[in-house]
């Protein structure tokens, strides 16, 4: 499992005299993106006064960091299960905190808390939008999307995206005329990626020399459509690229590794590709890849590829706007339509699989360092919402927003 260390703060940070307690609501825990990046940020926001506290939307607490950081840092982690006692357990639960902030990180759902928190007189409400929600909707998801979203419009104080089409197709498509939204990228931590690992990736799944090692990291669920794989690297065969592709990631009760297996049998690669299930070492393996693929169709701002990218390593991912987003600010990702084809994904990882070969450890780090994802600019972020009452003006304006709508 990571850790995070206990000393890291905002640059030039003081620790405040009053303690902030901050109620974060998440949803099942994992080894996922939401998970990850609040686990990193924790550290910092503990030196800068900042309690927080966890609850999570399942009658077990699962896998991943998020949770032991939270209680080494003096938080509790509280299960909520999502049925007819959840209001009720909520509110208890906020009568006993008394939390300054609500924090949810449950898309439209975030309504329905963030009303009880209001109910409760909690001053800072905020809601977290970290996909883009720009799958196709029923008639009942477009009912229920409506119905939470109207709860949030009346007790949110602050409207998070992780990119802005998280906010554009998750909340509102005119959320620029609302003075409660604003961006707050997620923030990277890159001596976590730099921590190092156990093993030798090319001698763990045998992989030959001058093969071309693909990793590709996110959990087992259908939008990330990692069965892609296999028939990529068939291509990348039929291209004269010999290459073996790793899949790094927690499964879950959908069959996906058991499709992915199919797709490496029906092409002729079961010995080349490789699931390796969840690792706490994913930097030190994303540093030993020749390139990184990524074909989710869901995202909003996808740590599969920020992640190799911050370390100098290609990436090849869909056409969205959160992966347009990481290209516009920093080199490295080779964008692939949605509906590509396989062998369009094969002449791309050749494309990043020469830019990993041209580009330094030391190079990529720098660029990081001086980009919008660092990780210090997203404590600070946070710092500025959970601390409101420094910008009184700016707290009275968004809660008159929300009343207004």
């Given at each position: 499992m990571p850790t995070f260390p206990d000393d890291l703060a905002v640059p030039g940070a003081r620790r405040p005299a009053r303690t902030c307690r901050v109620l974060r609501i998440v949803g099942e825990l994992n080894f996922g993106g939401t998970e990850m990046r609040t686990a990193e940020l924790l550290p910092r926001l503990a030196a800068a006064g900042v309690e927080v506290h966890l609850v999570t939307l399942s009658e077990r607490i699962g896998p991943g960091p998020l949770a032991e950081t939270v209680t080494r840092h003096g938080g509790t982690v509280t299960p909520i299960a999502l049925d007819a006692h959840f209001a009720p357990r909520l509110i208890g639960l906020l009568r006993r905190l008394r939390p300054d902030v609500v924090h949810v990180d449950c898309a439209n759902f975030s309504g329905v808390p963030l009303a009880l928190a209001r109910l409760r007189g909690v001053p800072v409400r905020v809601a977290h939008f970290r996909g883009d929600d720009n799958l196709r909707r029923s008639l009942r998801r477009r009912v229920y999307r409506r119905l939470c979203g109207r709860l949030l419009q009346r007790s949110a104080t602050d409207i998070l995206g992780v990119s802005p089409s998280a906010l554009t197709f998750g909340y509102d498509r005119a959320w620029q005329d609302d003075p409660r939204c604003r961006v707050v990228l997620n923030g990277l931590d890159l001596d976590r990626l730099r921590a190092p690992g156990r093993d030798d990736l090319r001698a763990l799944v045998g992989a030959e020399p001058g093969a071309l090692v693909c990793v590709s990291v996110g959990r087992?669920?259908?939008?990330?459509?990692?069965?892609?794989?296999?028939?990529?690297?068939?291509?990348?065969?039929?291209?004269?690229?010999?290459?073996?592709?790793?899949?790094?990631?927690?499964?879950?009760?959908?069959?996906?590794?058991?499709?992915?297996?199919?797709?490496?049998?029906?092409?002729?690669?079961?010995?080349?590709?490789?699931?390796i299930g969840p690792r706490d070492d994913v930097g030190d393996l994303l540093r030993q890849a020749d390139v990184v693929v990524h074909p989710s169709c869901l995202e909003g701002l996808p740590g599969g590829v920020l992640e190799p990218v911050a370390l100098g390593i290609g990436a090849v991912a869909a056409d969205l706007p959160g992966v347009r987003f990481i290209e516009a600010h920093?080199?490295?990702?080779?964008?692939?339509?949605?509906?590509?084809?396989?062998?369009?994904?094969?002449?791309?990882?050749?494309?990043?699989?020469?830019?990993?070969?041209?580009?330094?450890?030391?190079?990529?780090?720098?660029?990081?360092?001086?980009?919008?994802?660092?990780?210090?600019?997203a404590a600070a972020a946070h710092l500025a919402i959970y601390r409101p009452e420094k910008d009184s003006t700016a707290q009275q304006s968004r809660l008159t927003a929300g009343s207004e709508r």
């Open positions: 087992a669920s259908p939008e990330k459509r990692r069965w892609l794989l296999p028939p990529i690297l068939a291509e990348l065969r039929a291209l004269g690229v010999s290459a073996h592709a790793v899949l790094v990631g927690p499964g879950d009760d959908a069959d996906d590794d058991a499709r992915v297996r199919a797709a490496a049998r029906a092409a002729g690669l079961a010995d080349r590709v490789h699931l920093l080199p490295g990702v080779t964008v692939v339509d949605t509906d590509a084809p396989p062998r369009a994904w094969a002449e791309a990882v050749r494309t990043a699989a020469a830019y990993t070969a041209a580009t330094t450890p030391e190079t990529a780090a720098a660029r990081f360092a001086d980009s919008i994802f660092a990780i210090d600019a």
